[in-house]
Structure formats: C-alpha cells, structure tokens
C-alpha cells in the first residue's frame, strides 16, 4: 500500500485534497528551482557585461588577434550554462596578448584588477571553510602546565588518566569508545578506572571495526556530544580513513561552515619494537585529511594538553600519542584539564645558533639526545618540536630561526618524500625560508618499508640517536670542511 492510499484509508484527507497539495508541491519546486537558477546566473551576467566592456575598450592593431578574441568573447557570452572557468580563461588570453604593448597599459591594468576580482571571489567561493575559523585565534591560546614546588613524578600514562578524570567531571557530554577502552582503561592505562566511576555509556567498549568506531564518534558529534573515538594503533587508521576522509574532514568545506563534527580520534603510534604497533604513516594522513587538526605530542602531558585544548574549541582533530613515552616518568600537574598546548605553534625545546632541527613525536626525544651529544663536538643545535603538523607553524617560528642558523634539517620517521618533504614545502616555500640557508635543506627519515621488528629491526628501519648526529655533522662538514673534517675518515 502506497503512502497516499494510507492516508486515504486511516481519513486523514481525501483523494482530491492530495491531488491539490501534490500540484502546490509540484509548483512550488518549480518555482524554487527557477528562482535558484536566477539567483545562480544573476551574479555571472553581470561579471559577463563587466568583460564585454573591458574588451571592448581595448582596442588590439593586430586584426587577426582582435577578432579571434571577438569570437571567443562571443561564445563565452552565448554558453547555455556560464562558468567563472570560462570568463577568466578568455581574460587572461585578452591580458596575454596585451603583454608589451605600452599604448595599452591603463586597460591593461583595469582588465588585470578585474581577472583579480573574480579570482578572489572563486577563491571565497571554493577554497574556503577548511577549518572553523572562530576557533582560531583560541587554538593559538596557550595555557601552561603549572607544577608544585616539589612536583610528584609519575608513569606518563597516569598524567593522561588523571587529566581524562577531570575532562569527564568537567564536560558532561564527553565520552569516549573503542577497542579495550572501557573495561581495560586501554592498553596503555590512559583511562584505567574511568569506566567504573563514569559508566559504560561514557566509556565503553567496541568490536574491532575502525570505521564504525570513526562513523560513531561523526553521529555523535554532529549530535552535540564531545566524543573521543579510540584507535588502538595508529597502523590501523587506514581502515577508517575513508570515512576519516570523505566524512569527517571534508564536512565543514563541503556544507561551506554549516555544518561541523568535532570529533577527537585518539590513537597511538611512532616507534615501538613491533611490525604492525610501529606505524608512521604521516604522509597518508596529511594528504588525505585536510580539515582535521593532526596533533603529534612529544609526551604525555603534551598529548594531555592537546585534549583540553580540543575540548574549547569545535574542529575535528587526531591526537597520536608515542608509544614509547607511557612508562617514562613525567612530573604530575596541578592545573590538570586546564592547561592547553596550542595548536599550529611550534615550541623551541633547545635553543641554538649553528643549525635548525625540526621534528615531532618521539623523534624530540631521539633528536635532544643527539643535540646534546652533538654541544661536545662544537655543534649548537637549535631544536624545533612542531607540536602539530596540521595546523603547521602559523607563526614562522621555524623561518626565524632558518634566519639565524643558516641551515635545516626536518627529521622524522615517516617515509622518505613523506612528512619531511611535507614540513620543507611549508618553511622553504611558504614561509620563504629558502633565502636565509647557506646549503640545502636536508631530510632524515624512516626506511622505505614497515618498521622492521626487535631492537636491531628498529634501528636500522628508523632514525636514533647516531644518525641523527651523523646528519647534522654531513651539513655542518659540507659548510665548514676544515672545521669539521669527516667523521669516519
């Protein structure tokens, strides 16, 4: 039985008075769908007169160009279906032929500033709406963790489980799911007594389906809630990605700042002694999730101060937290759920006038120890930790010191061409970068497979200690040979 034979039957209305709301329905779309194309072709008709008149001022010696530009000018302005494409591409033809012409420089100049305009409007138009905007200027606020006089040191992983319990008390709609994250607290004890004291619905536990989990969190954040999916691993991210990519990244661009799910996507990954626990897959991330916030704590205090900080504001975002850092010892807090790490503000952890080493994770760690190493041969290093590789350096810290040292080398343990490559185009390029170095920017990375298992396997898969030192000493001889001659010969 259709819809309209039920309405019938249950006398809700008769078969006249549906016919006459499906012809109303009927008229009404139509005329939507009109006033829509009006309102849609309005804008272009005019920006069509603006070239006409622009053209037509111009006035070009060379016959044959003039009216090969007349013609294509004539059926730009007689398409069925206008496109900005076509306007700007006849433009710019127009302005080419004009270049040299000096007896045409005034118009030339109107007809650029218009190519100008309509440029600027596609880009508003279309290259807008990444990330909310109104969280901005709170995600570069930075609130530090304050410490007692004699501060309690504890295994990394009870700063992160002290800090979920106040973010629990403190945020009601806040809940957080995923494999053995309720029961366990986790594998790595971040949330180890959280499900007890605030419920399974708030901490639960899933089935092993990484895009359900992500395909949850986005219900539930476009919901109202504050969610916190939890992926085990970070190797694992790619069975999620898809949704990751096409759901949650995009949904802010794609409904032009309408719509927005703030999702917060834990997971764990970097170095660790294992072939599927020690993923690194950066560049993945960064090529496919623009629209999320990619935050890469050192530590767990700083992956703690990353979550306060997601909780203030209304972008999604991935927190990948080093494996390697939960049982080392950190001093415990006093402002727990309130101090904030930024977002897009790299941190100075060593300062350094000889050269400039950028990294993130847990390659801080390895690359301090090589900084310190390296202060007894002569070398100062200046040490970078980005904090988040998206947003990346909104303040060109990193320039300014490139400024000082001369010399940068980016260090990770993605693969080669991945989050270093991607690190280099934002300082050399975007930020200029390239004027200030005496030699070229170097990169030292992972292999160009999976981490490799055991200790040994580590080693020779990803950068440590002795090649980090070793890359910086390669610049550092390549500038200065006589000061420093090669380290094996």
Not at 7 to 32: C, G
Request: proline share 4%; hydrophobic share 40%.
């Amino acid at each position: 039985m259709i819809f309209r034979e039920w309405i019938i039957s249950q006398d809700f209305a008769d078969l006249e008075t549906i016919e006459n709301l499906e012809k109303k329905a009927t008229e009404r779309a139509r005329m939507a769908k009109d006033l829509a194309w009006q309102s849609f072709i309005q804008e272009f008709e005019e920006e069509k007169a603006e070239l006409q008149d622009l053209i037509d001022s111009i006035g070009i010696e060379d016959s044959a160009v003039q009216s090969k530009i007349e013609n294509e000018l004539e059926q730009v302005l007689a398409a069925a279906f206008p496109t900005r494409k076509k306007l700007l591409a006849l433009a710019k033809t127009q302005l080419r032929s004009m270049h040299g012409d000096l007896s045409v420089q005034k118009n030339k100049r109107n007809l650029s500033n218009w190519i100008s305009k309509i440029e600027l409007k596609g880009k508003e138009k279309y290259n807008t709406h990444i990330f909310n905007d109104l969280d901005h200027f709170n995600a570069t606020n930075e609130i530090k963790a304050s410490y007692a006089e004699e501060p309690e040191s504890v295994p990394a992983h009870e700063v992160l489980n002290h800090n979920f319990d106040v973010l629990f008390s403190k945020y009601p709609l806040l809940i957080t799911f995923g494999e053995d994250t309720g029961k366990l607290g986790d594998v790595n004890q971040g949330l180890k007594g959280m499900q007890a004291k605030y419920g399974e619905h708030r901490v639960g536990d899933t089935g092993i389906r990484e895009a359900t989990i992500v395909g949850q969190g986005i219900g539930l954040a476009l919901r109202g809630f504050r969610p916190i999916a939890e992926i085990q691993y970070l190797d694992y991210l790619l069975y999620a990605l898809p949704t990751i990519s096409d759901d949650l990244s995009t949904l802010y661009y794609r409904s032009a700042g309408q719509q927005i799910a703030p999702l917060i996507i834990r997971t764990r990954g970097h170095q660790l002694q294992g072939m599927w626990h020690s993923g690194s897959p950066m560049s993945m991330l960064l090529g496919s999730l623009t629209g999320v916030n990619i935050c890469v704590p050192r530590n767990m205090t700083q992956a703690a101060g990353f979550y306060n900080m997601l909780l203030k504001i209304h972008n999604p975002a991935l927190v990948i937290e080093p494996l390697k850092g939960y049982y080392i010892r950190e001093y415990l807090p006093q402002n727990l759920g309130e101090f904030t790490v930024p977002l897009g503000v790299p941190e100075i952890i060593e300062a350094g006038t000889d050269l400039t080493l950028v990294t993130y994770g847990w390659n801080v760690t390895v690359a301090h120890s090589a900084v310190n190493r390296l202060k007894t041969i002569g070398i100062d290093v200046e040490l970078i930790d980005v904090q988040t590789l998206i947003p990346f350096d909104t303040q060109h810290i990193i320039s300014r010191s490139v400024q000082k040292t001369k010399k940068i080398l980016f260090v990770d343990e993605d693969v080669p061409g991945g989050a270093t490559a991607f690190m280099m185009q934002k300082v050399i390029e975007e930020q200029k970068a390239f004027k200030y170095l005496e030699c070229p920017p170097r990169t030292h990375t992972a292999k160009v497979h999976r981490g490799a298992y055991g200790t040994d396997g580590e080693y020779f898969s990803k950068p440590n200690t002795e090649t980090v030192i070793e890359a910086v000493y390669q610049i550092m001889n390549e500038v200065n040979p006589d000061k420093f001659p090669g380290l094996y010969d």
